[in-house]
């Protein structure tokens, strides 16, 4: 599968945003689906994900802040961003993986689409 995000900009600290991860391919629905993120000079981090029955599992950093959907008929997961801070400044990859279960690490993930930067502004 090949996955496109898209949706990331500037945006003032407490804004909103939507990301969106376009898959190719008809099994998008197969596919257990997440986002992570990875700030200037740090290490890619877990944002959340949803498997193939609408489950969803996010970080503490973002838990009640962000939401994740899919919508199988348009092939596409999003990331709704709300009450945004400075620290969700970075580039955010969407990910898909046959693996089951809470798949937070990045090895779980198979595959990659290419990121959309993110920048938070204090």
């Known amino acids: 599968v090949q996955l496109q995000a898209s949706g990331g900009g500037l945006v003032q600290a407490g804004g909103s945003l939507r990301l969106s991860c376009a898959a190719s391919g008809r099994a998008f629905r197969s596919y257990n689906m997440g986002w992570f993120r990875q700030a200037p000079g740090k290490e890619r981090e877990f944002v959340g994900r949803?498997?193939?029955?609408?489950?969803?599992h996010y970080a503490d950093s973002v838990k009640g802040r962000f939401t994740i959907s899919r919508d199988n008929a348009r092939n596409t997961m999003y990331l709704q961003m709300n009450s945004l801070k400075a620290e969700d400044t970075g580039v955010y990859y969407c990910a898909a993986t046959s693996v089951v279960g809470t798949t937070t690490r990045l090895n779980d993930y198979w595959y990659w689409g290419q990121g959309t930067l993110v920048t938070v502004s204090s």
């Open positions: 949803i498997n193939r029955s609408d489950g969803t």
